[in-house]
């Protein structure tokens, strides 16, 4: 402890701590994130943050993905955003290590991460990303240098330290208010959280020499703010690489009119809409490196005004004149209404493209025709998506009663992320024996909500009834035990179960199974049959 004798030395007089190495591999650690983003996703949107580690309060709360809260720090929304955060974290982040040390600024920049994106979960539902609550948390920690050890700052620093804390503080707000994605309640948290972690963790001009105790603390804190980094940062890396679910998350639709409303219809958000084509009056809507659509409505050929058979045959010979290989050719619902559906593939130059024409007739005087093209590897990913837009589609002056696949489809646009309604569109989908959608939407469910017996026995059915190549009893047993562990007595999930046990050749576990669900409804004939059916 310094005496009248021999006064404190100032900060300058202070030994240096080590280089500010740490400051600097932040910044290079945010950089690339925001380039391998996006050179994976060709930009940068809200899908691709969704996918990639962002702050998402349903998926955080309901998902249990609460690494989103330290991953979130290292993702930006475009370029001005990311400038704005590495010049802060550039300037002020070496000052906040040589005052705390190496491990002592990786605990307080993890404190600002943390409690920024805890304020933000907690005010906004919205997603958001940024590594500012953590940069705020630093200057949290400048404040409470310049105030409660102010001793160690020379007076004639006082004035500068003040005023480029106050630049700072203010270029922090302004991105919260210009920059999407970004809110200023995580720039208070944060700055809250780190303030109070520099309070208590004590830079080095005021420390005296740490005691064993003090020194394993902080060797054991700054391991595990090390490994809970590293295993936020892989598990954004995982759902970066393979998160296709994470399409249907962040796709929000937004509602759209033609032609003065002759045509409205929803599009996925950040869709451009290119006009309304000459030659065939077809409206069309694009997203750069993702896919495109095409809306018309149109006579059928040759005057078959209404008849979507006539206008889906000729449209088929159309494409086959243009060499295009006809996938598949099936009768989907659009609202109550039955429509063609033709799936077609196109080489262009050196890639390979889907077509997909829907074909509906709205009233009897006219049909609708709605064209969508994507990349081959982007097919599976958009077709919820493009089923969407087409569900979407109203015709001024006609008025279609609102039945019950109108209503679901209606749900699904509203509330893409309810898992419920998630549930409701996979049997719809199983129904129409289209099964890779409809496993796409019970996973979505389960990664929404982990724990949803529903969404488990539902997946569990559909391995049972998908097609000969892709039917898996194993994981169809898997998904029943799980649905049973939840809600063990009900007699549905083990009916699901036994089934499930039979197609996987275990005849023993399938009748102990079908026993227990007739146990549970013995008026119900379907289990009593079940029994009867798998006794020996």
Known sequence: MATAQQPIPSVDERPAAARPVLSYILVVACGAAFAALYHLHGGIDLLTLVCSGAKDRELILQGGEWWRLVSAGFLHADGVHLAANLLSLAVIGPQVERLWGTARFLLVYLAGLVGGSLASLAATPEAS??????????????????????????????????LALGAAAALQVLVGILVPFVDNAGHAGGFVAGGLAALALRPIPAR???????????????????????????MAADYALESGWAFLVGVQMEPCSVEGGELTLSVPRGWTYEGRSSEDGAHTFRRQGIG????????????????????????????????????????????????????????VG???????????????????????????????????????????????????????????????????????????LAEHYAQEKRFAPAERLLRLALRIRPGYAEAHDRLADLHLTAPPAERRPDRAVSHALRAIAIQPDKPRYLHTLARAYEAAGDRPNALEAARRAAALAPTDALYSDLVKRLQP
Do not use: N
Request: proline share 6%; aromatic share 6%.
């Open 129 to 162: 990303v940024g590594a500012s609550g953590a940069i705020c948390g630093l200057l949290g920690a400048l404040i409470v240098f310049s105030t409660v050890y102010r001793r160690f700052l020379p007076p004639e620093r006082w004035l500068p330290a003040w």
């Open 208 to 234: 005296s020499e740490p005691s064993p105790i003090a020194r394993i603390g902080v060797a054991v804190a700054c391991a595990g703010a090390v490994l809970l980094t590293a295993y936020s940062l892989a």
């Open 292 to 347: 495109g659509m095409r809306v018309r409505v149109a006579p059928g050929p040759q005057g078959q005004e209404g008849d979507v058979r006539g206008f889906a045959q000729w449209l088929r010979g159309e494409r086959l004149k243009a060499e295009g290989r006809l996938l598949a050719e099936r009768r989907v619902k659009v609202g109550d209404q039955i429509a063609a559906d033709l799936l077609f593939q196109h080489r």
């Open 350 to 424: 050196s890639e390979t493209q889907r077509h997909r024409d829907v074909v509906f007739s709205p009233s009897e005087a006219r049909v609708v025709h709605v064209s969508c093209a994507c990349l081959e590897p982007s097919y599976d990913l958009l077709e919820i998506v493009f089923d969407k837009v087409i569900q979407s589609i109203r015709v001024r002056g006609v008025r279609e009663p609102r039945g019950a696949t109108q209503q679901l489809w209606e749900r699904a646009i509203e509330r893409p992320r309810d898992p419920e309604v998630c549930v409701a």
